[in-house]
C-alpha cells in the first residue's frame, strides 16, 4: 500500500515570499503520477500541479513549482510570490496507474495549512 | 462545460436514518470516485466506479456503505443507519479514464451532520 507524508501541518509566509512544502511518499511501484491540491475555506479541491514519475523534469505551473525527488520519494511545492489567494489547505497526493485507460484511487497526505500575511 | 456537480451541499439526518448523496460527472467522464474527509485530516478513498461497475471499493466500510453508477443517472453513495462517526465531508471526483487526461476533478462536496 501507499503512504503519503506531510510533516508540517501548518506553514505561514509574508505576501510576496516564498514558501515550501513538504511530501514524501513510499511506493513499490514505478509507475505513478503525484500531485498538489489546494483546499480553500471553500473546501473545494483544486488542483495545482502534477508530476509523472516517469519525467525527470520537475513541473511548473506559473508561481508553483515542484521539486521532485524519485530516489528519495520526495514531492515538495514551491510557491513564489505567494498571494492572500493562496491561503488554504494544501495536500500531495499519489496516484498508482492501473494499466491500459483505468485510473486508480488518489492517496492523500494528512494536508499542510498554508496562510499568508499581509 | 459544467464541473462535477454533487447534492445536496449540506445533509442533516438523525442516528439511524439513511443519507444518499448523489454525484454528477463532468460531460464526457466516465469514471467517478468517493472520498471521505473526517474533520482535520485528508481525504479517504471509499470507491471507484465506472458505468455500472464498482472497479475497487477497498475503501468502503463493510457494512451500510454502497455505491452505484449507473447507466444512466448521477452516481450514488448510500449510507444506512447512520451513525455519528459517519459525519464527514464526502467528495466526489470525476475523470475521463483517458491516459492523456488523467485529472481527477472534484465536486464542491456534501457535508453530512448526523445527529
Known amino acids: 500500500a501507499q503512504t503519503v507524508t506531510q510533516s508540517q501541518p501548518e506553514m505561514s509566509v509574508q505576501e510576496a515570499e516564498t514558501v515550501t512544502l513538504s511530501c514524501t511518499y513510499d511506493?513499490?511501484?514505478?509507475?505513478?503520477?503525484l500531485f498538489w491540491y489546494k483546499q480553500p475555506p471553500s473546501r473545494q479541491m483544486i488542483l495545482v500541479i502534477r508530476q509523472e514519475a516517469y519525467k525527470q523534469q520537475n513541473a511548473t505551473e506559473n508561481r508553483f513549482s515542484v521539486n521532485f525527488q524519485k530516489a528519495a520519494k520526495s514531492f515538495s511545492l514551491k510557491i513564489s510570490d505567494s498571494q492572500l489567494g493562496d491561503t488554504a489547505m494544501y495536500f500531495c497526493a499519489f496516484m498508482k496507474l492501473l494499466g491500459g485507460t483505468s485510473y486508480g484511487k488518489l492517496t492523500f497526505g494528512q494536508g499542510t495549512i498554508l496562510t499568508v500575511h499581509p | 462545460n459544467a464541473g462535477v456537480m454533487q447534492n445536496p451541499r449540506h445533509l442533516v439526518r438523525r442516528r439511524g436514518q439513511e443519507a444518499r448523496l448523489r454525484c454528477s460527472p463532468m460531460k464526457g467522464h466516465s469514471h467517478v470516485y468517493w472520498y471521505r474527509q473526517l474533520p482535520e485530516e485528508g481525504l479517504k478513498f471509499m470507491v471507484y466506479l465506472q458505468k455500472e461497475n464498482i472497479i475497487d471499493e477497498s475503501g468502503m466500510p463493510k457494512e451500510r456503505f454502497s455505491a452505484e453508477f449507473p447507466k444512466e443517472g448521477p452516481s450514488i453513495l448510500r449510507i444506512q443507519q447512520v451513525v455519528r462517526g459517519d459525519s464527514a465531508a464526502y467528495f466526489c471526483?470525476?475523470?475521463?479514464?483517458?491516459?492523456?487526461?488523467?485529472?481527477?476533478?472534484f465536486g464542491p462536496g456534501t457535508r453530512l451532520t448526523v445527529l
Open positions: 511506493t513499490s511501484e514505478n509507475n505513478y503520477y
Open positions: 471526483a470525476s475523470s475521463p479514464g483517458s491516459r492523456e487526461r488523467d485529472e481527477q476533478f
